[in-house]
């Protein structure tokens, strides 16, 4: 056998590294968002192991933007999954029907597991799938945006077909700002409609302007209106806040429903680290930009190896907030427990060095 061909049987048997059809594939099904939608194709990437999976902002504001989610926030968002199914008053192992599958991932699909939720989707994106779904599957509670979903119940009533949907469903308005008028229509059901707000970057957040996390935070921007903040970090979306209560919720005073989003977010300045050095608290910042889209700066006199993260929050006026650890600032800390984690991981093989 010549060289060339000992190298080859050689790499056949005992290379370490997998080949294309080795490697391990996780697809829509896996991600639990194999439903279709009428604004995406389907394209394979290769993903890293550092992350639990790969999403994508809604678009709603500009172009969409790559989302990592880490395999540290996946515990978060399926405590806020089982606060947002007890106050919604659904039980584990529900028929939930997703019309929009993008959704799944705000939730992540290890919350819906962890909940035993049956997920169900639309054969297509459209308003008479959705009826259709309603008819046939007969689901318990229903995740989408609230118009979207209004417009097919109104679609259903002049078809006919109203009295086939089940009655008393739960309806999880979700995706864009609630549409106050869904209310009077899912009552020609019995349909109870609560106004879920979250996004991509952080899970959901609040149900009927009650938070779900114990890590939200709000900030003053203007008269009636506040930034809200998830562990340190800003949603991007101001909301008007009332003792009066939320429309769906009188205990809740985040009113989810009413969003302004302003060109210019608050300054978030780290000033207290559990880290222990300098490059490990740069890493971090990169690392938020890069997988939130969030800018943090780090304070020039950055106390390290801290007790608890200590975040001061800086408006345009100059006007300053502490948000402090380590309930206030769980996300950021899972963060840079993962940022931490994937340092941790030695990479001697040249090909992840990049050496020649």
Same mark, same amino acid.
């Given at each position: 056998?010549?060289?060339?061909?000992?190298?080859?049987?050689?790499?056949?048997?005992?290379?370490?590294?997998?080949?294309?059809?080795?490697?391990?594939?996780?697809?829509?099904?896996?991600?639990?968002?194999?439903?279709?939608?009428?604004?995406?194709?389907?394209?394979?990437?290769?993903?890293?192991?550092?992350?639990?999976?790969?999403?994508?902002?809604?678009?709603?504001?500009?172009?969409?933007?790559?989302?990592?989610?880490?395999?540290?926030?996946?515990?978060?968002?399926?405590?806020?999954?089982?606060?947002?199914?007890?106050?919604?008053?659904?039980?584990?192992?529900?028929?939930?029907?997703?019309?929009?599958?993008?959704?799944?991932?705000?939730?992540?699909?290890?919350?819906?597991?962890?909940?035993?939720?049956?997920?169900?989707?639309?054969?297509?994106?459209?308003?008479?799938?959705?009826?259709?779904?309603?008819?046939?599957?007969?689901?318990?509670?229903?995740?989408?945006?609230?118009?979207?979903?209004?417009?097919?119940?109104?679609?259903?009533?002049?078809?006919?077909?109203?009295?086939?949907?089940?009655?008393?469903?739960?309806?999880?308005?979700?995706?864009?700002?609630?549409?106050?008028?869904?209310?009077?229509?899912?009552?020609?059901? %019995?349909?109870?409609?609560?106004?879920?707000?979250?996004?991509?970057?952080?899970?959901?957040?609040?149900?009927?302007?009650?938070?779900?996390?114990?890590?939200?935070?709000?900030?003053?921007?203007?008269?009636?209106?506040?930034?809200?903040?998830?562990?340190?970090?800003?949603?991007? %979306?101001?909301?008007?806040?009332?003792?009066?209560?939320?429309?769906?919720?009188?205990?809740?005073?985040?009113?989810?429903?009413?969003?302004?989003?302003?060109?210019?977010?608050?300054?978030?300045?780290?000033?207290?680290?559990?880290?222990?050095?300098?490059?490990?608290?740069?890493?971090?910042?990169?690392?938020?930009?890069?997988?939130?889209?969030?800018?943090?700066?780090? %304070?020039?006199?950055?106390?390290?190896?801290?007790?608890?993260?200590?975040?001061?929050?800086?408006?345009?006026?100059?006007?300053?907030?502490?948000?402090?650890?380590?309930?206030?600032?769980?996300?950021?800390?899972?963060?840079?427990?993962?940022?931490? %984690?994937?340092?941790?991981?030695?990479?001697?093989?040249?090909?992840?060095?990049?050496?020649?």
């Amino acid at each position: 056998m010549d060289k060339v061909s000992e190298l080859k049987a050689f790499l056949e048997e005992f290379g370490t590294a997998p080949t294309l059809e080795e490697m391990k594939r996780r697809d829509l099904k896996e991600k639990g968002i194999d439903g279709p939608t009428g604004a995406h194709v389907i394209e394979e990437i290769h993903t890293p192991f550092n992350f639990a999976y790969i999403t994508t902002t809604t678009g709603t504001m500009a172009f969409q933007n790559l989302v990592g989610v880490t395999h540290n926030e996946i515990a978060g968002r399926i405590e806020a999954a089982r606060e947002m199914f007890s106050l919604a008053g659904l039980k584990k192992g529900c028929r939930l029907l997703i019309s929009y599958p993008p959704l799944v991932s705000v939730f992540s699909k290890a919350a819906l597991d962890a909940l035993e939720v049956q997920t169900e989707f639309l054969i297509r994106s459209e308003r008479d799938a959705f009826i259709l779904a309603m008819c046939e599957k007969q689901p318990q509670a229903v995740a989408g945006e609230s118009t979207f979903m209004k417009k097919a119940l109104e679609d259903a009533e002049g078809m006919g077909l109203l009295e086939s949907f089940p009655k008393g469903c739960v309806f999880l308005a979700a995706g864009t700002p609630l549409d106050i008028e869904f209310l009077e229509t899912a009552k020609k059901i %019995d349909g109870k409609v609560h106004d879920l707000y979250g996004c991509q970057e952080f899970g959901f957040l609040t149900l009927d302007g009650v938070p779900l996390r114990k890590d939200l935070t709000l900030i003053p921007r203007e008269e009636g209106y506040q930034d809200l903040y998830v562990g340190g970090l800003s949603t991007g %979306d101001c909301f008007a806040v009332s003792e009066k209560g939320h429309v769906c919720n009188p205990d809740g005073k985040i009113l989810t429903y009413s969003r302004k989003r302003h060109n210019t977010e608050c300054e978030v300045i780290l000033k207290k680290t559990t880290a222990n050095g300098l490059p490990t608290a740069r890493r971090l910042a990169r690392t938020i930009l890069r997988l939130k889209a969030k800018f943090i700066s780090l %304070d020039k006199d950055l106390e390290f190896g801290a007790e608890a993260t200590q975040l001061l929050i800086r408006n345009q006026k100059g006007e300053e907030w502490y948000v402090e650890g380590p309930v206030k600032t769980q996300l950021f800390d899972e963060l840079m427990q993962a940022q931490i %984690d994937y340092q941790s991981r030695g990479k001697s093989d040249p090909v992840w060095l990049k050496e020649r």
